[in-house]
C-alpha cells in the first residue's frame, strides 16, 4: 500500500516563507502523479490550492507556488499571513488511485 | 456558481448500510469526474471512490472495495455512495469532490456529511 508522507507540522512567522514537502514511499514524486494541494481549516471542507504540480487555480492566492523538489512534490507559502495558518494535504494520482498525504499543520506565529 | 451538497449521512449500527447523496449545480455535471473522500474524526483525508463523467469506470480504495459502491444520475445531477457492511472504521465526515477539466485535478468540494457507526 502506497504511503504519501508529509510533515506532522511547521511554524513560520507572518511575512515569511515555508516549504511544505510531499513524498511518496515508491520513490521520487513525478509529475506524471499530477500532485495536487489542498487547504482545510477547522470545521471546514478541503479547498483546493494546486493541480498538476504548479498549477494555480482561479482563486488560489499568488503567495503560494507548487513545484517538484528534490525528488518530492513541495508547496512553497510566500509572504505568509495569519490566515494561512491551516493543515494542508497533498494528493498524489498513482496509476489511478488516488492517495491523500498524512497533512501538515502550519502554525503562523 | 458550483455546488456540491451532501446527504444522507447519520447514525448507523455495525453491519448496517447508508447511502450518501451528493446533488451538483453550477456546472455540466455529466462532463465531470466525482470523487468521495473521507475524514474520520481528527484525521487526515482519505480518498474512498471515484466515478468517471458517464458512470462506466469506477475505483475504489481498498478499504472500501467489495463494501462500498459509487454510482450517478448525470440526468439527476447526483453523485451516490452506498456503503454496505458498516465497520466503526468507516465513521467519517464524508465528502463528495469534483474532478476538474486537467487529468488528476480535484476542486470543488461539498461541505460533507457526517456518517456515524455505533451499536
Known amino acids: 500500500q502506497t504511503v504519501v508522507t508529509q510533515e506532522p507540522s511547521l511554524t513560520v512567522s507572518p511575512g515569511g516563507t515555508v516549504t511544505l514537502t510531499c513524498a511518496s514511499s515508491?520513490?521520487?514524486?513525478?509529475?506524471?502523479?499530477?500532485p495536487n494541494w489542498f487547504l482545510q481549516k477547522p470545521g471546514q471542507a478541503p479547498r483546493a490550492l494546486i493541480y498538476?504540480?504548479?498549477n494555480k487555480h482561479s482563486w488560489t492566492p499568488a503567495r503560494f507556488s507548487g513545484s517538484l523538489l528534490g525528488g518530492k512534490a513541495a508547496l512553497t507559502l510566500s509572504g505568509v499571513q495569519p490566515e494561512d495558518e491551516a493543515d494542508y494535504y497533498c494528493?498524489?494520482?498513482?496509476?489511478?488511485?488516488?492517495?491523500f498525504g498524512t497533512g501538515t499543520r502550519v502554525t503562523v506565529v | 456558481e458550483v455546488q456540491l451538497v451532501e446527504s444522507g449521512g447519520g447514525l448507523v449500527q455495525p453491519g448496517g448500510s447508508l447511502r450518501l447523496s451528493c446533488a451538483a449545480s453550477?456546472?455540466?455535471?455529466?462532463?465531470?469526474?466525482m470523487h468521495w473522500v473521507r475524514q474520520a474524526p481528527g484525521k487526515g483525508l482519505v480518498w474512498v471512490s471515484r466515478?468517471?463523467?458517464?458512470?462506466?469506470?469506477?475505483t475504489y480504495a481498498d478499504s472500501v472495495k467489495g463494501r462500498f459502491t459509487i454510482s450517478r444520475d448525470n440526468a439527476k445531477n447526483t453523485v451516490y455512495l452506498q456503503m454496505n457492511s458498516l465497520r466503526d472504521e468507516d465513521m467519517a465526515v464524508y465528502y463528495c469532490a469534483r474532478g476538474g477539466t486537467a487529468t488528476g485535478t480535484v476542486d470543488y468540494w461539498g461541505q460533507g456529511t457526517l456518517v456515524t457507526v455505533s451499536s
Open positions: 453550477g456546472f455540466t455535471f455529466s462532463r465531470h469526474w
Open positions: 498538476g504540480t504548479s
Open positions: 494528493l498524489l494520482d498513482f496509476d489511478g488511485i488516488p492517495v
Open positions: 466515478i468517471n463523467s458517464d458512470g462506466s469506470y469506477t
Open positions: 515508491t520513490g521520487a514524486v513525478i509529475s506524471g502523479y499530477y
